[in-house]
């Protein structure tokens, strides 16, 4: 991108566009080198203004809260995207809840349950955003998004906004058909109803079962790998039956509280992550002849 067309750009937009950005500290693990370009659109009016001008076809990658993402410590040669307060925010109409995809999962959970609406108790285990959660097909004990989104809005890297209905995307277990050209910009679920204080309970046991089997307050990103669909163990035991679970590698290695979770000891690298990652792989396949599957996500430059 020329400074001249940087220059140009930033004077249509409202929002806050900066360059050589550092992404180590936008995403759980703390690890990551700069974003060629960072962009928090002012609205949906200023996305779709940059996306419009983005005729240098920059990638872009959408930074929610980070908290299943592993970002190279060479960057990212693109535009890295973060939204804000208007991207923040759950409108609901009886049973049928719209909110943006900057929404915190838990917070979401939380309205829905103070206004009476069951199905989404397990949304207040999963950190990170909604739309980050649409797009991997977030769940945990047995519910995922799939099951309560009834339509998404999207808008493209041309700036247009199509709506697209639940049956048209193809959602399987932390995937769905969306590709990384369409920016999630609203998502519309439907509940049920059920009394507040039932809901509110559902929640708590829920919660209090993610906090004694997952670690917390720590620099991790999530679920490492996903349970493969060929075995009836989980990741974890896979990778603790393989004598995985010690593993460590520089400044990371696997938590001690659940084993398909990384750790940031304090200065690990992305190579570390990824060689730690690679190693686990390695050994799992050798003793299982499984293949282990990323659910983290892995972006930047090599």
Not at 270 to 277: F, G, K, P, V
């Amino acid at each position: 991108m020329s400074i001249n067309f940087y220059s140009q750009l930033k004077k249509n937009l409202q929002g806050e566009l900066r360059e050589n950005f550092d992404l180590s500290k936008s995403n759980w693990l703390g690890i990551g080198g700069k974003a060629k370009f960072f962009f928090k659109p002012k609205d949906l009016k200023d996305l779709q203004i940059f996306l419009k001008n983005n005729n240098q076809h920059l990638p872009i990658i959408v930074v929610g809260s980070g908290s299943n993402l592993l970002i190279r410590d060479k960057g990212f040669d693109g535009v890295a995207i973060k939204f804000g307060k208007d991207f923040d925010y759950i409108k609901i109409n009886n049973d049928i809840i719209n909110c943006g995809p900057a929404t915190q999962k838990s917070l979401l959970a939380e309205y829905a349950a103070n206004n009476n609406l069951t199905g989404f108790e397990f949304l207040y285990c999963i950190p990170g955003t909604i739309a980050g959660g649409v797009v991997m097909n977030s769940g945990c004990y047995g519910s995922d998004i799939s099951k309560v989104v009834l339509s998404i809005s999207v808008i493209d890297m041309n700036g247009e906004i199509k709506i697209i209905n639940n049956k048209d995307i193809n959602f399987s277990y932390r995937h769905s058909s969306l590709t990384k050209n369409q920016i999630i910009t609203n998502i519309e679920m439907k509940g049920s109803f059920l009394e507040k204080q039932k809901v509110l309970e559902i929640m708590k046991n829920l919660k209090n079962k993610k906090d004694t089997e997952q670690p917390q307050k720590i620099k991790t990103g999530g679920s490492t790998f996903k349970n493969p669909n060929n075995s009836d163990k989980k990741a974890w035991q896979l990778i603790k039956e393989s004598g995985c679970a010690d593993f460590k590698v520089g400044g990371i290695k696997l938590s001690n509280l659940h084993c398909n979770f990384l750790e940031n000891l304090g200065k690990a690298s992305s190579e570390d992550a990824e060689n730690l990652i690679e190693n686990i792989q390695n050994e799992v396949f050798k003793k299982t002849n499984i293949n282990l599957e990323l659910e983290l996500e892995v972006v930047g430059t090599k």
